[in-house]
């Protein structure tokens, strides 16, 4: 199985990124989905997720109301559509495939996104 994260960059605080997941190897939908980022000295947290039909998603509250996750099983992808960003929000971005719940058993490489004040 195989996760390739993209659409990261520089952005000013405020703008908008979309990241996308492209997922081969396995039926890409059947399984939830998620996000995850991880800044510099931190953890790797939670961000995003989203049922294996999309009829389901969940935020971390941080990002609520700002950024959007989304799925296209025609196209074995996987998205997160980010608006109003901060600098907080600075991190490499992690999309990630679970096999139950609250399980993951793959994780993409990672995209960089860097919001600047």
């Known amino acids: 199985v195989q996760l390739q994260a993209s659409g990261g960059g520089l952005v000013q605080a405020g703008g908008s990124l979309r990241l996308s997941c492209a997922a081969s190897?396995?039926?890409?939908?059947?399984?939830?989905m998620g996000w995850f980022r991880q800044a510099p000295g931190k953890e790797r947290e939670f961000v995003a997720s989203i049922s294996w039909s999309g009829d389901s998603t969940r935020y971390v509250e941080s990002v609520k109301g700002r950024f959007t996750i989304s799925r296209d099983n025609a196209k074995n992808t996987l998205y997160l559509q980010m608006n109003s960003l901060k600098p907080e929000d600075t991190a490499v971005y992690y999309c990630?495939?679970?096999?139950?719940?609250?399980?993951?058993?793959?994780w993409g490489q990672g995209t960089q996104v860097t919001v600047s004040s």
């Open positions: 990630a495939s679970y096999y139950g719940a609250g399980l993951i058993d793959y």
């Open positions: 190897g396995r039926t890409f939908s059947r399984y939830a």
